[in-house]
């Protein structure tokens, strides 16, 4: 399977997800390659955070890659691995386009405020320019970065249910210090230690969610 976390507003926690999510697939058994396609290279940064942390073994192979060759190398490289995850940061980009050419998913988090909730409709525009030549793209959207308090939860999962061409994900995943402690050894919520049980739990629901969504109908990209 080839995700690629990806939005067009930064500050929504894309690289938290694409890094979370791969350790969540390295707990699987799956043999994982992560791309950092984004030019801020947050996701090279974990990378290097993990290199010392885990005294080299990182559990997965990294690489960066962005541009027009990201869509041929990442083809190349999708027999070699069980799951490819790509971070493409928060901008349209040559990038993050070329991602969406090779990818099986599409997974758009949205903090929930009113300035990231109303780029919706460009990410939606997005996805109708991409979906002509990857069909079989499945895009999911889910809210991240949420706050235990107020109604700006609510009120942005209402707007993201209504979305096009988006399926929305009813978890979200919160602002939580686990996250960003978890980020600077390099490592996922679900390897730090003591366990955060919130944070662990939020984000294994989210990822056995996108896995649910996608084993119903989700094709192969040729």
């Known amino acids: 399977m080839i995700y690629t976390v990806g939005g067009i507003k930064g500050g929504s926690g894309k690289t938290t997800i694409a890094t979370n999510l791969t350790v969540f ?23 290097a955070f993990r290199h010392q942390s885990l005294d080299g073994e990182l559990g997965y192979t990294a690489v960066k890659l962005t541009g027009r060759e990201l869509h041929a190398s990442v083809t190349r490289l999708a027999t070699k691995y069980d799951d490819i995850v790509i971070d493409t940061g928060g901008r349209d980009t040559v990038s993050q386009r070329s991602a969406l050419t090779v990818s099986h998913a599409y997974l758009v988090p949205f903090a929930p405020r009113s300035l990231d909730i109303w780029t919706l409709r460009k990410v939606e525009n997005l996805i109708e320019e991409v979906m002509p030549f990857n069909q079989g793209l499945r ?19 209402d707007l993201l249910r209504g979305a096009a061409n988006l399926q929305f994900l009813d978890t979200s995943v919160g602002t939580r210090i686990a996250f960003a402690n978890a980020a600077a050894a390099g ?8 366990v955060d049980e919130k944070a662990s739990q939020e984000v294994t629901e989210l990822c ?15």
């Open 25 to 47: 697939l390295l707990q699987q058994g799956r043999d994982v390659l992560l791309v950092d396609a984004d030019d801020q290279e947050s996701a090279t940064d974990f990378t």
């Open 139 to 157: 895009c999911l959207t889910f809210i991240n970065k949420a706050d235990a308090r107020g109604t700006a939860k609510d009120e942005a999962a």
């Open 187 to 194: 490592l996922g919520v679900l390897e730090l230690r003591p």
């Open 208 to 222: 056995r969610l996108i896995q649910q969504a996608l084993s119903k109908d989700t094709q192969p990209v040729t």
